[in-house]
């Protein structure tokens, strides 16, 4: 079985900072991802609020985090991991039938957008539903959308649709966005995107795709359909912590609990980024706690130091 000092599950920006650091700290370190390296940000079209960087793409930045990494010797391994365990002050990591073990280990496993659980939803998922707007928005090119939410990701990814779609109808449930102030000003600004606040989705309906949406007016309680052949949906994000459950403490929405150190409630466990309890979730802030957790892991693996 190979033995490694650090292996971190998750190459999103939190788990490639944390390797880029620890392999800089002469850790011998593991990086495993089940699916492209980079992460959410890996499918967010621009980035443009992290620091001295300026306007980015997603894909351009990781790609770039991933090469520095590889500079300083983390390895980067692809495999879905199946198994996460603690035994005897060590860890166990399954992936592709095989067994790696490590002395500290990062979990930086971040998050997945979250399902509306409306009828149609599953029905048509990859058929005109969507939760990425990177990967499926060029397929409504002068055609009409749907985006549901209110926070940021709902916000920022009907402005990027509207480079495609003839218009970007915006669905959520309240009048007040949850977004930062500069996103609601664009999207209330743009003449591509009608806002239906106040409103919220009921089904979805179609037959080979979505033909379209049973939206409820929740001032007047009318109902009414749109017509749309794709929608969006941005709703908030939980944690991909399933394989952590019964290893480490979680709390009630799944997101793992740390200190200021990235110190999990278990010796030699840390958490990094997105699925870990925090209040701001951003490419800057997941490269910090990478940083932080590897500094962390280099302290207890070289000088067993928690
Ligand atoms: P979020 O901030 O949690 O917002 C979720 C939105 O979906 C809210 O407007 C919420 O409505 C709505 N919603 C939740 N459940 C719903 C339901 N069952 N039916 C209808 N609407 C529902 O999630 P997010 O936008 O995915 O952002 C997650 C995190 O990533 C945030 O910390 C955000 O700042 C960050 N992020 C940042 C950027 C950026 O800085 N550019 C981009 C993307 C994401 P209510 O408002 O009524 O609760």
Known sequence: ?????????????????????????????LVMESMMPGGQAAVTDALENYPGVGLISGPELTQRML???????AELATGEVTGIDARDGEFFVVAGGEERRSRALIAAMGTRYRRLGVPGENEFAGRGVSYCATCDGPFYKEQEVAVVG?????????????RFASKVYLIHRRDEFRAVPVLGERVRAHDSIECLCSHVLKSIKGESGVDSLELLNKKTDETRELAVPGVFIFIGLEPRTDLLRGVVELDEAGFVPTDQDMKTNVRGLLAAGDCRVKALRQVSTAVGDGATAAFTAYRYVEEGEW
């Open 1 to 29: 079985m190979e033995a490694y000092d650090l292996i971190v599950v998750g190459a999103g920006p939190a788990g490639l900072a944390a390797g880029l650091y620890a392999g800089r700290s002469r850790l011998n370190t």
């Open 150 to 162: 209110g926070g940021d990701s709902a916000l920022q990814e009907a402005l990027f649709l509207t």
């Open 67 to 73: 090469e520095q990494m590889n500079e300083f010797g």
